[in-house]
């Protein structure tokens, strides 16, 4: 047993069911004395009393705000004294530089800093060099980093952010695995909950669905996703088609206005709105699942899909090379709609997709499942012994 005081330091509550799951009760029960601080959300309190830990909202902007910032920082020094914390760790760029920076300031021992992605890889001009020194300076003020797929480790070595000594990958990466066998488990749904979920998001059993899970952006390729199945559904009159969008429209790297408007506008695009309970039911709706993405940490949702047994297509890009054994588990696109289209007609013809699926989720449940995970975790980051 450990009671060694851990503070997680994220700016938004949603990352947190998305990134850890039931690892903050895992490591509670492993004697840890877990810690949260996050921008002030109405979901917090209660997601604090499940999960066992302790927390402060502190509003954690995603831009930069000098003043604002500075406020931030020393409200993060204040709770890192008075709860003695011996371990910090920081997730998403913002709330990963703070709590480094805080770390150093109050002479915190172990400071993790999890990468999680790289926002400048598809930034340009001034931005990107910002982009870049900020992760560089989060680098340097911590003491180990976590990079989430091996690709991102070697983006991360390649791009001179650290040296490789200071970094490590947890097993094949993710920041701590998914639930294979309980959560996203295709024998485990509730039945009653996804025969309702299709009735109201008027979706037939026949229906060829192709889902996308995430933030509705221009980074994670939905224009041209978007496209793709505009041509899928001209071309093919066989059989009807819908995507479905599980996540919400973000104002930070929009959709070009004709792609919105061409989304709302149509009646065989579902959008969702970001879901937090029962995911794995709209994931139980889907035929294919794409994530035609520019840059991820790693592709999570890629997992959660596979998890539940369904074809995945993606690009072969950072995080997201990790997350697919191609021709086995997926098959890797190029970011253009004609290259998801092709493979969205190759995968509509098989006629048989069972080996796809049940390949999809050993390679999960071998290598991604939670259980297997969480004691790396706590061995590699946090065990004294």
């Not at 940490?297 to 959660?304: A, I, K, N, P, Q």
Request: aromatic share 10%; with cysteine; hydrophobic share 40%.
């Amino acid at each position: 047993m450990n009671n060694q005081s851990i503070l997680h330091v994220v700016n938004v509550y949603f990352v947190l069911p998305y990134f850890f799951g039931d690892q903050f009760l895992y490591l509670e029960k492993q004697g840890y004395d877990v810690h949260v601080i996050c921008s002030p959300s109405e979901n917090l309190k209660q997601y604090s009393e499940d999960k066992k830990f302790k927390y402060a909202e502190i509003n954690i902007l995603r831009s930069f705000s000098i003043i604002e910032d500075i406020k931030s920082l020393y409200n993060i020094c204040l709770y890192i004294k008075k709860n003695n914390i011996e371990t910090v760790v920081g997730h998403t760029p913002k709330g990963a530089l703070l709590a480094m920076i805080a770390g150093s300031i109050m002479r915190v021992k172990k400071r993790i800093y999890f990468r999680h992605g790289l926002l400048y890889e598809t930034s340009k001009g001034i931005k990107r060099s910002i982009l870049i020194f900020a992760e560089r300076f989060t680098s340097m003020c911590s003491t180990k980093i976590v990079c989430v797929s091996p690709s991102l480790a070697k983006k991360s070595i390649l791009d001179k952010l650290n040296n490789s000594e200071k970094q490590i990958v947890i097993g094949k990466g993710t920041c701590g695995g998914i639930d294979s066998l309980n959560k996203f488990s295709p024998t485990n749904v509730d039945v009653d909950f996804v025969n309702n979920l299709r009735v109201n998001l008027n979706i037939n059993k026949e229906d060829f669905v192709i889902g996308f899970c995430g933030r509705i952006v221009k980074d994670k390729g939905i224009v041209e996703l978007v496209e793709a199945f505009i041509k899928l559904k001209s071309l093919n009159k066989d059989r009807k088609c819908k995507l479905l969008l599980v996540g919400g429209f973000e104002e930070r790297d929009p959709l070009p206005l004709e792609i919105v408007n061409r989304i709302k506008n149509d009646d065989d695009i579902i959008v969702s709105g970001f879901i937090y309970e029962n995911i794995e039911c709209y994931y139980h709706l889907m035929s294919v699942y794409v994530l035609p993405s520019y840059r991820e940490g790693f592709g999570m949702s890629v997992l959660e899909a596979s998890s539940m047994c369904k074809p995945v297509l993606t690009t072969k890009v950072t995080g997201c090379v990790d997350s697919i054994i191609d021709g086995e588990t997926g098959f890797f696109v190029d970011n253009n709609s004609n290259s998801i289209y092709q493979k969205l007609i190759y995968l509509m013809e098989l006629n048989d997709l069972s080996s796809i699926q049940k390949k999809g989720r050993d390679f999960v449940v071998e290598n991604f499942d939670n259980r297997v995970l969480w004691p790396i975790i706590e061995k590699q980051l946090y065990s004294t012994n």
